[in-house]
């Protein structure tokens, strides 16, 4: 038995498209509609009933397209909004926040966790809870990099004022006995090269895009949702306003191919 | 005869408040009412359709509470969004664009401008359109500037890393003859010190918020629209969702004071 109903990604914009990667890569015979709110992205600095709020509306477009899961390619949404999903919809839903959380508790040797993300996410406290909900003795500190989306969506994935805000931002977070980073925004892989060169010392980065595809590859297994092994996995990318040069230099940069966006407009 | 309804001001969030401010100074005997629409914010990197459709929906809001002029204190959406509204709400409509080209126009010397702005206004070439339509001899440089936003909207308005930036979009816009800047942003007057400061040579800054208010002033002279001049001006500023730490940077750097914030919902 097998399903060819779409995986149904959605996230406030391009930044997703991280997470399609790493879906691509493990499950290359799903079926993926990809859906970007880039008519209202970023989320990251707006109030959590109004992410709530666009999270339902971009989930019930997925649904219309017979998704047979949701999955939050978002940092931010998953920080306030999935409980709101898994009421309101009859199919998976799942995050990256609890398939990081889980991988960094894996890696880390010390118990000490960084995690950096948007303003919204580090102030929803949804890494920490999630961390410590897992494990009671993990010590976890946090730190909002609000300039990294706009430095990432520019293109400036190796450039001196990107390697100084990193610099910046995690200096004074990875003192101490911290052995792991957890990258809490799908933006934030496209930088990992950058980090990793920045970073005087030897850190575990935890990307959410890769262990949330896994997440989703373990879903789809308990719930006997696999599409057929031959089946030739299709992408499709829909925006809700026409993408911007962050587009072409995600889809670079991740070696990502797709045809042609389609333009969706919001309810 | 006098006319104590405000003047309606909208922009795409809170930089718009540079507009606020300006009008404050001049004419502090009329009532402003303000409506940022930080819900989606920034309009920037969105398509002209949307922010003209945005722009209609903040207006008609601000029509409701019976203001006597609208100002578009945002240079996005007065890049695409004047003849819509024009054409829709029965008040004058100013913008930001017009003034700023005008005063650039009379301090030049050369005759040679050069604009920055986000990369939905320099898209647009409206400032070209509308120096060129003043003046058939007028030479145009424009850049788009889309970090300096995030910067300050992070409040690094005296920070190596923006100076950075800065001088990475002027340096090669302001060769040659050029005399003039134009601060095609509602931001950007929050970086007048640090862009004086990295300029290595003499140059008019031309800050589109003062010189629309100035526009402003003129036009509520002509229709007869002024408020009594003992009139106590009152400042009520609305947003669309809960503002985060920028309100707090732009109310200091500008010395602007109001009451409570607004909270509205979009139609």
Redesign the interface.
Known sequence: MSDERPIGIFDSGIGGLTVVKALRDLLPNENIAYLGD????PYG???PD?VQRYALELAGMLMKQNAKALVVACNTVSSVAIPALTKNFPVPVIGVIEPGARAALAVTRTKHIAVIGT?ATIRSGAYEKTLRAMAQDVQVKSQAC??LV??I??GLLSD??TE??IL?YLDPLLSGEVDTLVLGCTHYPLLTDAIARVLKRQIMIVDSAHNCARAVEQMLDQHGLRAAPLNNGKLQVALT??P?SFLNIAREALHLSFGQIELRALP
Chains 1, 2 share one sequence.
């Open positions: 880039t008519a209202r992205v600095p707006k109030s109004t303003r609000p300039l706009p430095l969506e520019e001196p004022v100084q805000m910046r306003d026409t911007d």
